[in-house]
């Protein structure tokens, strides 16, 4: 500890000045503390803190509360307690203590050295209480969540006086799908502060946000790169989590920083957007090369990659070989491939207004006049637009999709037109082309064109009519050329009348109208239930449907369409035991057996259901995950019944076991059925 002292005391002198500057002159301490601290005082100050006092009725959370918070954020736990007691066997005896805390600033657990939890507990740093910084001043855990960067908080930095004895370094943690979901914090005295604390809780926050990619899509094939090759298999690498049929469902921070992208621009996008390499091509390369990495290139920029995960099999004229060792190879025939590549004549399952709307749409195929699909939320109008752009000479060209409805309306305008360096606050200054822009030479796909708002509506128009974009901030236009497919789930027509969509940019986009139908008046429901229970199966033996099963589906209204069938038929396949091949009713969720689903006859989820708390993603889930999630509601409801439990679900009490293991231990704890 000897050799930090004179930085200690050095450091300790110049935050009493700015103290002093600060609170008792008013004066910003430009210079004598980092503007991240001088930004927290400032806010601080603004809800109303007293830099000497306590905020009264701050009271930390009972047993009962907390535990229901400890479930709540049970992944988040489940994740990080083995590198929080990693973290401390590293710091044991330095009179420091790790903390995990969420997305609010509640602590949710902690383990210290005795001596400084017990000093820890007398100002609150202890599980059960919040740590926000509206609450308790700049403190490392709620500047942290407040600037989304990994902070240090140093001796008399923390706004309140009585929390001078600590140093904390904390670094946010990011789930699979980019939101921030917590904290990793080390706490200690800050007379004994080490150099090393930062660099130890940035590395340890990075492992557990990786562990929860991996444990998210254990189920997924994983793309790994980086534009070095030694960097592959370090904590620095990209990962992407790719569904067998080439869609991109997650990409990690590191991922996006390599490739300078965001989420949005990469999620739910088919692989050879991202990567501009075919998934298919890049697993045969990598399968030749002994699974090793291989290089590809991405936007003119080299990148090193590699497989892992659930990486398909080997295929060899349409057939997929089992590399099993065994006493004499065996050739597997009844293994369903991977789907082909999406155009116009894939689609077509039989549904004769589908086939219309193909056969129409082919007809414009290379010519210059704009296509407006129309069709319910979920009736796969995004999948008809890149089947359209597959389908016709400019396939080789970007498929850029931008949906209207999901971007604030104050970020379409520079998503949309791009933008030149330092045109607003926030930019970056080199800049950045917009959608338009980046579909030059291939299709521009706006989904939900009926909420884009009329001052944007004006602009697009004028880009159709001249065929250039004018960035935000820049007097020069730049020429592009695209195709344009719109797709909307509204009557543009009714809006046209009711003054929220302009007439000229309606009669301008409508070249083609297309109308998609509903999945409940689709008269191919068994094709389709066949077709995505065939790609979502891809990795295992192929699945069957009992003719009551698939009966139900046809009789079914599915207000969600093409998206809640694909959704029923991924749980329906996680809940198969192994070995099992047949999805009887027993597996189909109990809303597809009741009249009306929306009759408000469905019992609530209870508040203390931990499900309420933490619903089920759509489709970012694994096959297991999804699974164990039926099986652990069906285990609630039954009152912890094993036996009950499982024959509600048609599968054995050792499939129950096995898919709800770990919960399923504290389950029998709470109810201690002989099941």
């Not at 295929?315 to 070989?321: C, I, Q």
């Not at 164990?628 to 009950?644: D, F, H, I, Q, Y």
Request: with cysteine; hydrophobic share 40%.
């Amino acid at each position: 500890m000897g050799q930090f002292q004179p930085i200690t005391e050095i450091h300790g002198q110049q935050l009493e000045q700015a103290r002093q500057l600060f609170f008792d002159r008013g004066v910003l301490p430009e210079g004598l503390v980092k503007p991240m601290i001088i930004r927290s005082w400032e806010r601080c100050r603004r809800f109303g803190l007293n830099e000497s006092g306590y905020l009264p009725g701050i009271e930390s959370l009972d047993r009962v509360a907390l535990k229901t918070e400890q479930e709540r954020n049970r992944y988040l736990l489940l994740q990080g307690r083995p590198i929080m007691e990693h973290v401390f066997e590293h710091i044991r005896d330095s009179g420091s203590m790790v903390v995990l805390a969420d997305a609010n600033g509640l602590l949710l657990e902690t383990v210290g050295d005795a001596d400084f939890v017990d000093r820890a507990d007398r100002i609150a740093l202890a599980a059960g209480a919040s740590w926000d910084e509206n609450l308790r001043g700049t403190n490392a855990i709620g500047t942290a969540l407040t600037e989304e960067l990994p902070t240090e908080v140093l001796g008399a930095e923390h706004f309140l006086e009585h929390n001078g004895f600590l140093t904390c370094c904390a670094s946010p943690i990011f789930g699979p799908d980019g939101r921030l979901i917590g904290i990793l914090n080390i706490s200690g005295d800050y007379r004994a502060q080490k150099h090393h604390t930062m660099g130890l809780v940035r590395l340890s926050s990075s492992t557990i946000e990786r562990r929860l990619f991996e444990s998210t899509h254990a189920r997924d094939l994983l793309v790994c790169f980086h534009n070095r090759a030694d960097y592959l298999g370090s904590p620095k690498e990209g990962l992407a989590a790719v569904s067998p049929d080439g869609q991109i469902l997650a990409i990690n921070r590191d991922g996006l920083k390599i490739l300078g992208i965001r989420q949005v621009d990469a999620v739910r996008r088919d692989f050879s957007m991202v990567f501009e390499s075919s998934l298919s091509v890049l697993v045969d390369r990598l399968r030749n090369g002994q699974l090793g990495s291989c290089e590809i290139t991405v936007g003119g920029k080299a990148f090193f990659v590699q497989l892992r995960g659930q990486i398909p099999p080997p295929t060899m004229s349409g057939r997929v070989y089992d590399e099993t060792p065994a006493p004499r190879a065996v050739r597997r025939t009844d293994v369903t491939p991977p789907a082909p590549e999406l155009n116009l004549d894939t689609l077509n399952t039989g549904d004769a207004r589908l086939q219309a709307a193909i056969d129409r749409a082919r007809k414009i195929l290379g010519r210059d006049i704009p296509i407006l699909i129309q069709g319910e939320s979920g009736a796969g109008k995004e999948i008809f637009a890149k089947g359209f752009h597959n389908s016709g000479p400019r396939q080789s060209g970007p498929f850029v999709a931008l949906n209207c409805a999901s971007i604030p309306e104050t970020l379409i305008e520079s998503e949309l037109f791009g933008y030149q360096g330092g045109a607003f606050t926030g930019a970056r200054k080199e800049g950045a082309p917009g959608k338009i822009q980046q579909a030059h030479g291939g299709t521009l796909f706006l989904d939900e064109i009926g909420d884009m708002p009329l001052n944007l509506q004006a602009r697009l128009l004028r880009v159709l009519q001249e065929r250039c974009v004018t960035p935000l901030g820049s007097t020069r236009s730049i020429q592009v050329d695209i195709s344009l497919v719109c797709a909307t789930h509204r009557r543009l027509r009714e809006e046209v009348a009711r003054g929220s969509f302009r007439e000229d940019l309606y009669y301008r986009l409508n070249g083609l109208c297309v109308t998609l139908p509903s999945l409940r008046d689709r008269t191919d429901i068994r094709q389709m239930v066949s077709k995505l229970a065939n790609a979502e199966a891809v990795y295992r033996a192929p699945v069957e449907f009992s003719e009551s099963a698939l009966q139900a589906m046809e009789k079914y209204d599915w207000p969600g369409n093409i998206r809640q069938l694909f959704n029923v038929i991924r749980v329906a396949i996680a809940l198969l035991d192994e070995g099992e091949t047949l999805i009887t009713e027993s597996h189909l969720p109990e809303e597809l057996f009741e009249t009306n689903p929306f009759s408000g006859s469905s019992k609530p989820a209870a508040a203390s259901d931990p499900w309420a708390a933490a619903p089920l993603e759509n489709t970012a889930g694994s096959l297991e995950e999804i699974g164990r999630k039926a099986a652990l509601r069906t285990l609630e409801a039954a009152g912890g019944n094993v036996s009950a439990a499982a024959r509600q679900l048609g599968i054995s009490r050792n499939t129950l076991y096995r898919k709800a293991r770990q919960v399923l231990i504290e389950m029998v704890v709470l109810y201690p059925s002989p099941g």
